[in-house]
């Protein structure tokens, strides 16, 4: 018996010969926001995807509720903000938040909460091809809220965002505090992540650590990875 709600097991992840994840291990005992932190290319978004079964690990468990994610239980109780990518071009914004409710069984009215919310009404029936990087970002935070799941995974959700967005999204994130959701958050931005959490994953070597960083997140992100500047040589 344990009293995890999410929890990674010795888990291990390699691109054929970059080894990302190594015996990795986190556990999580209580619903909130967390912050996913590590540099460029150190493993945040093989991360989602290893969670979500986009990728398969070599080694290791990923346990939700004490069971692990099937691949029909990923789609019952994970939500994934991605990048843009995963759009389609010549669909609407509306089109895209009625799939996403359909399968899930969403109620209609759930589609124009979401979309005042998330201010994605203006250009709710223009074509994803046609909308702004910051327009796609918030449609797609939009569509990970649709089925309300236990885990809600988003990466880089202010990427693009203009400041009245970052406030949206910082409100949003603000009430999932109190929720029975599990929200994990990538984000460079650690400014924003102080805003919403305390509770911050750090990708460090191969593996992840939970900490409560009491000296805010860039603090502790300059101890783990910030490299002393190499001296300028002058010449002459
Ligand atoms: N499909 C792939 N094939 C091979 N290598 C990959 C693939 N996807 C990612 N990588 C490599 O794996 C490492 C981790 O990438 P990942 O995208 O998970 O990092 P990240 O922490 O999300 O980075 P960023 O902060 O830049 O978004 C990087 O070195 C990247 O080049």
């Not at 080694?59 to 939500?79: C, E, H, N, Q, Y």
């Not at 809220?145 to 959700?157: F, T």
């Amino acid at each position: 018996m344990t009293d995890s709600i999410f929890q990674i097991k010795g888990l291990s992840f390699a691109y054929r010969r970059q080894v990302i994840y190594e015996q990795a291990n986190l556990t999580l005992t209580a619903p909130g926001v967390y912050g996913l932190i590590g540099p460029n290319g150190s493993g945040k978004s093989t991360l989602f995807n290893l969670i979500t079964r986009l990728l398969r690990p070599a080694k290791g468990m990923i346990l939700l509720d004490g069971a692990g994610l099937t691949p029909s239980r990923v789609f019952a109780s994970v939500a994934y903000a991605q990048d843009s990518s995963v759009l389609y071009p010549y669909l609407t914004g509306r089109d895209h938040l009625r799939f996403v409710a359909r399968q899930h069984g969403a109620a209609a009215e759930k589609i124009a909460k979401l979309s005042d919310e998330l201010e994605v009404t203006d250009f709710i029936d223009r074509g994803v091809a046609r909308l702004s990087l910051g327009q796609k970002q918030r449609l797609l935070i939009a569509l990970a809220l649709v089925p309300e799941s236990r885990l809600l995974l988003m990466d880089e959700p202010l990427n693009g965002l203009d400041p009245d967005s970052v406030i949206i999204i910082r409100d949003l994130l603000a009430e999932f505090k109190t929720s029975d959701q599990i929200v994990i958050v990538s984000s460079h931005n650690l400014d924003e992540l102080d805003k919403v959490t305390d509770q911050l994953i750090f990708k460090v070597d191969h593996g992840l650590s939970l900490e409560t960083a009491a000296e805010g997140a860039e603090a502790r992100y300059a101890e783990l990875y910030r490299h002393p500047r190499k001296k300028l040589v002058r010449h002459g």
